[in-house]
Nanobody, 122 residues
Framework: AQLVESGGGFVQAGGSVSLSCAVS????????MAWFRQAPGKEREFVTW????????YYSDSTKGRFIISRDNAKNTLNLQMNSLRPEDTAVYYC????????????????WGQGTQVTVSS
């Protein structure tokens, strides 16, 4: 599968940004999906995952209550609505796909997008 993120950009603290991930090659319903992010000088970290049906989601403590992950299996897309953004949310955001169960571990995801930059100014 090929994954392509879009929707990043610059936003002021407290604002919102919506990211999308287009999946091609295979239908997205075959995969558990997740978002990860990597801030400058830091390791990539887990943000959120969603199971294949879209019924179950899980968030990191730092994004819970502010970010919303969703998927549209008919359109082969994964989405991330990011609200109440903080400067510490500044990072490159990656979508990832797993053939197995959703987890928060990078190594469990086989397919990755190229990333999209989100910059939050204070």
């Amino acid at each position: 599968a090929q994954l392509v993120e879009s929707g990043g950009g610059f936003v002021q603290a407290g604002g919102s940004v919506s990211l999308s991930c287009a999946v091609s090659g295979r239908t997205v319903s075959n995969y558990a999906m997740a978002w990860f992010r990597q801030a400058p000088g830091k390791e990539r970290e887990f943000v959120t995952w969603i199971n294949r049906s879209g019924v179950t989601t899980y968030y990191s403590d730092s994004t819970k209550g502010r970010f919303i992950i969703s998927r549209d299996n008919a359109k082969n897309t994964l989405n991330l609505q990011m609200n109440s953004l903080r400067p510490e949310d500044t990072a490159v955001y990656y979508c990832a796909a797993s053939n197995s169960y959703p987890t928060s571990r990078e190594r469990d995801y086989r397919y990755w997008g190229q990333g999209t930059q989100v910059t939050v100014s204070s």
